[in-house]
């Protein structure tokens, strides 16, 4: 399976500080070590141009965030301190998806080693979330004519409340939250279909809540491209989450959601989201099994020739030309305010 993935994916934290920003390379090394990955098959992203960015977020958000103005209260909310490290990786990643998005699409499954982003609203970080990889990149590829129909399958333990803002009732994208009830986001923003599951929720009754959902949720949807957010915060033990699905638990999702997507011929992109185990390293082995999975479905080499027939429509309608800006454009106020003209 091709992803993406950069080494600068990682900036450093304050020390202590509990986002496990570890578990981006840690899931890269994992993935190498065990074969899932050869270095020809990682595309490297540049940084996602402020132009793209602005088909989500507002010019005066992204020239704060550019510039270092978030103020103190607006970065308590994103969890993470401002950095211009930090902003270069948030674009890196956004670019990533995009990329992961336009591999899919060809191959029938790719990954972005980082991505689903989904507390990130329009202008304002939240939740460890600075920008909306799913929310940019599913709009620009709708623009593009390379994806018509998309669903964002989002699994992750919280529910998808900023890409809910952006994407909720915007026509031709279904939106589609698995979570827990009683967690952040206090307030939840209707997704398209939300489906809330008590704390404690194990193995079985997880499982048989999904096998429901799907069905329906792609008869409606009739996606030619899927956004698959596999948060591992679900499983037992995780800091922020307030479920229990076992190890095993989780790779019957990742095998149930795979294995559906490729029996239906629906291209997916998969996302790591969020997850908070013991370490950055336990975390990523958890992320490492949506991969053992798609490995298991798809067979060593998903998409060259072993990738399902793309469903009708789901061709790119033209090659990719937009690889991000490799030194990345120049952000300022002008910039943005005159890309938001043309955009808007
Ligand atoms: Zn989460």
């Not at 507002?58 to 103005?69: C, F, I, K, Q």
């Not at 211009?84 to 670019?95: E, F, I, N, P, T």
């Not at 336009?102 to 979330?129: K, Q, S, V, W």
């Not at 026509?171 to 489906?195: C, I, M, Q």
Request: net charge positive; charged share 25%.
């Amino acid at each position: 399976m091709r992803v993406s993935y950069s080494p600068g994916y990682y900036v450093s934290l304050p020390e202590g500080h509990p986002f496990p920003m570890g578990k981006f390379p840690a899931l890269h090394r994992i993935l190498r070590r065990e074969g899932l990955l050869r270095p020809r098959d990682v595309l490297e992203p540049g940084r996602a141009p402020w132009t793209d960015l602005l088909l989500v977020h507002t010019p005066g958000y992204l020239a704060r965030l550019e510039r270092g103005t978030l103020g103190r209260r607006a970065e308590r909310r994103m969890g993470l301190p401002w950095s211009r490290g930090l902003v270069r990786r948030s674009r890196l990643a956004v670019q990533g998806t995009v990329e992961a998005a336009r591999m899919a699409l060809r191959d029938g499954i790719a990954a972005n080693l980082a991505g689903g982003t989904h507390h990130a609203f329009p202008d304002r970080g939240e939740g460890y979330c600075v920008l909306n990889d799913v929310a940019v990149a599913a709009r620009l590829l709708r623009l593009s004519g390379e994806a018509r129909r998309i669903l964002v399958l989002d699994l992750d333990v919280h529910q998808g409340n900023g890409t809910a803002a952006v994407l909720g009732e915007e026509a031709g994208v279904t939106t589609f939250s698995l979570h827990a009830e009683k967690n952040y986001p206090w307030r939840k923003v209707p997704s398209t279909r939300d489906a809330a599951l008590p704390d404690r929720t194990g193995d079985r009754a997880y499982l048989q809540a999904l096998a429901a959902e799907l069905p329906p949720l792609l008869g409606a949807a009739r996606p030619d491209l899927v956004f698959y957010l596999a948060g591992v915060d679900p499983v037992a033990g995780d800091r922020y989450g307030r479920l229990s699905l076992t190890r095993e638990g989780l790779r019957r999702r990742e095998r149930l959601v795979l294995r559906t997507m490729r029996r239906r011929g629906v291209p997916v992109t998969l996302l790591l989201s969020g997850g908070y185990a013991s370490s950055p390293e336990a975390t990523a082995d958890l992320h490492a099994e949506a991969h053992r999975a798609a490995a298991e479905v798809h067979g060593v080499e998903p998409g060259r020739a072993a990738a399902g027939t793309p469903p009708e429509g789901s061709e790119p309608k033209r090659e990719s030309t937009s690889t991000g800006s490799p030194g990345g454009t120049e952000c300022t106020e002008s910039t943005i305010r005159g890309s938001a003209a043309r955009t808007s």
